[in-house]
């Protein structure tokens, strides 16, 4: 404190118009790196009314190029992780309108158009990332989504990283996928920066490809036909975290309520030796979307049959060594929720009985303090004791043995509604022998 004003206040005292306008840029910056650290949460409503608009009026034509790129760029951190931040700049004195304005060139220097083209882009990114109605304003913008496509092609990797933020931020809308993206060639850019070696731009355009991949979206098709999945399979085994995390979830997300065909040639091109190395990556965010991978492979009656006919004792090898040894929950939910998917087929649920250790295992996870856990051991015992498939009544005789039934009961007691119901159907399969 100084005089009895807090540094913060000081510094906020200095955003007045009759100061010069570096001193505004310099103290906005100030607090906003402050508010970004949490170093200042309670001061959310002086960054909305006073670092907020004085960011926005420092980005207007009337400053130079430098200072301009400089103001932007702030904004575009400011706002990046504040839905209510972003919302709010979307309506401040047409901030969307001037940040497409200067995607344009006109007569400016090279390096000086980099800088402002990767500072809008960038304020974009952030102001895209939460909201569906701002992402129809930008995508309604004139020009945008062709500056965009073209920015994936600039000599700049700062440029493209960018622009691929933004097509990240966008591409998490489905109605942006059904509707204005899909006139974009996107995919086939994204195609050439799979192929790159800059793990900045392979980290960007690996992240859009895990949204553009999905079912729903009109260049999943396109994407599988030029063989990207095999790129894919590559940057599994790639030295960056980030980027092997995106290349697994992108498969994942191919195979999500993929034909037999896709899933076919996603595990080929894969191999089980891999998959089952990833499952036991040191990373957590790989080890779950491996599993996620393993549990979208098998999502069909057909497919489980087919995948524990040929795989199936490496396949409960690595999944059991995962519950036993995992003590990360989300870890452990998604290999039971592989099991889910097994104890849905008639191969699945005679390999899963063979194993009471697991079943012991599972009533164990029933009760868990985790209701993640509860929920995923209990589907996967209503799947094994599901009463309308063949050779139902000894499979439920040997898990109430084991102290499924038993378990079941006690969770029943649970206030979690949706844990409640899904007890509710398990016993129910007990009930109906």
Known sequence: HFNGDSIPLLIEKLMVCDQSAEVQLWASKCLSYLFQGQAILDYE???CVKVLPTLVRLSKPEHSVRFRADAIETLAHLIEESPKLQELASISDRLIFTLA??????DLPEPQYVKLRQSCLMALASLTLSSEAIRRKVIGTCGVPEHLLSALEHPSDSIKAASLRCFLSLSRSVKQLRSSLKDVELWKLLLKLLAVSS???????????CNIILDFSPGNEMLVEERVLSRLVDLTRHEDTAVRVNAVWGLMNAAYQAGS?????????????QLFHLMHDLSPDIVIKSLGLLRNLMTDKSDVDTMMSIHGGDIMQHVCKIINESTV???SEQALCVLVNIANSREG?????????????LVQFMDSEDVRLQCAAVMCVTNLAWSSEEGATGRQVRLEELGVKYALQRTAKTQHTPLSERVKVAIEQFDAA
């Open 199 to 209: 793990t900045e731009l392979l980290r960007e355009s690996s992240a859009v490809v």
């Open 329 to 331: 929950p989300e870890v």
């Open 261 to 273: 065909n896709v899933k076919n040639e996603l595990f080929d091109s894969l191999g089980a030796d």
């Open 349 to 361: 649920r005679d390999t899963l009985m063979r194993d009471e250790t697991l079943i012991k295992r």
């Open 101 to 106: 304005d200067y995607l344009h060139k006109v």
């Open 45 to 47: 409503s002086a960054i």
